[in-house]
């Protein structure tokens, strides 16, 4: 069990509450205590939701999706699911403050990886040391997905990179944006499987 101060106390008690919302979803109420656990000794969850605004609701949100996508978090066990732009852990602060933040590590691909799942997580960022498949890219640049096979994911997922401070910093015209957008979407279709799930897709949401 990983040693808490008292705002990480506080932050894991809270968490482990408002996990028992997903747990009338297929077997989660067996599943999230020890995927909760596993998360805070594997990633200091606890520490960093008391030290990060915001990282809280974030972690709750992906569940979310999940269970959108498959009816329980521990439903994604077994499928390969792709996060593009998934984090890191050199990933910039938000607001154009110094150092990196935790909002913006690789969370899916940890929990889809706590969950069972074979996460691919791809990012600009430093993803080594990571447990899950995961490859260094720029998802500005066309083709950069080409090297991954056709229909070779069950679920894809994109929610963090036109909002992430590396891309704004980099792309202010809405030309470039829709440029990225319409060419992440095209792999992102090219990529799914017959019958796959996109548990959500930013770049969608932009080209309509």
């Given at each position: 069990?990983?040693?808490?101060?008292?705002?990480?106390?506080?932050?894991?008690?809270?968490?482990?509450?408002?996990?028992?919302?997903f747990?009338?979803?297929?077997?989660?109420?067996?599943?999230?205590?020890?995927?909760?656990?596993a998360?805070?000794?594997?990633?200091?969850l606890?520490?960093?939701?008391?030290a990060?605004?915001?990282?809280?609701?974030l972690?709750?949100?992906?569940?979310?999706?999940?269970?959108?996508?498959?009816?329980?978090v521990?439903?994604?066990?077994?499928?390969?699911?792709?996060?593009?732009?998934?984090?890191?852990?050199?990933?910039?602060a938000?607001?154009g403050?110094?150092?990196?933040?935790?909002?913006?590590?690789?969370?899916?691909?940890?929990?889809?990886?706590?969950?069972?799942?074979?996460?691919?997580?791809?990012?600009i960022?430093?993803l080594?040391?990571?447990?899950?498949?995961?490859?260094r890219?720029?998802?500005?640049?066309?083709?950069?997905?080409?090297?991954?096979?056709?229909?070779?994911?069950?679920?894809?997922?994109?929610?963090?990179?036109f909002?992430?401070?590396?891309?704004?910093?980099?792309?202010?015209?809405?030309?470039?944006?829709?440029?990225?957008?319409?060419?992440?979407?095209?792999?992102?279709?090219?990529?799914?499987?017959?019958g796959?799930?996109?548990?959500?897709?930013?770049?969608?949401?932009?080209?309509g």
């Amino acid at each position: 069990m990983p040693r808490h101060g008292e705002p990480a106390i506080e932050a894991r008690k809270r968490l482990a509450s408002r996990l028992r919302g997903f747990a009338r979803y297929g077997q989660d109420a067996a599943f999230l205590p020890r995927f909760l656990e596993a998360l805070d000794a594997d990633y200091s969850l606890a520490s960093k939701a008391a030290a990060t605004d915001g990282l809280e609701e974030l972690f709750l949100e992906m569940l979310a999706r999940l269970v959108s996508a498959f009816g329980s978090v521990s439903g994604s066990r077994g499928k390969r699911i792709l996060d593009l732009a998934c984090g890191s852990s050199t990933s910039r602060a938000p607001g154009g403050r110094e150092g990196y933040s935790a909002l913006f590590e690789p969370w899916l691909c940890r929990i889809l990886h706590a969950s069972g799942a074979s996460a691919v997580g791809v990012d600009i960022g430093d993803l080594s040391g990571e447990a899950f498949e995961s490859y260094r890219l720029d998802l500005s640049q066309a083709g950069a997905l080409d090297f991954l096979p056709g229909a070779s994911f069950d679920a894809v997922h994109d929610g963090r990179l036109f909002g992430s401070p590396e891309f704004t910093a980099r792309f202010a015209d809405r030309g470039s944006v829709y440029r990225i957008a319409t060419e992440i979407r095209r792999q992102e279709l090219r990529l799914l499987k017959p019958g796959g799930e996109i548990i959500h897709s930013d770049a969608g949401e932009l080209v309509g």
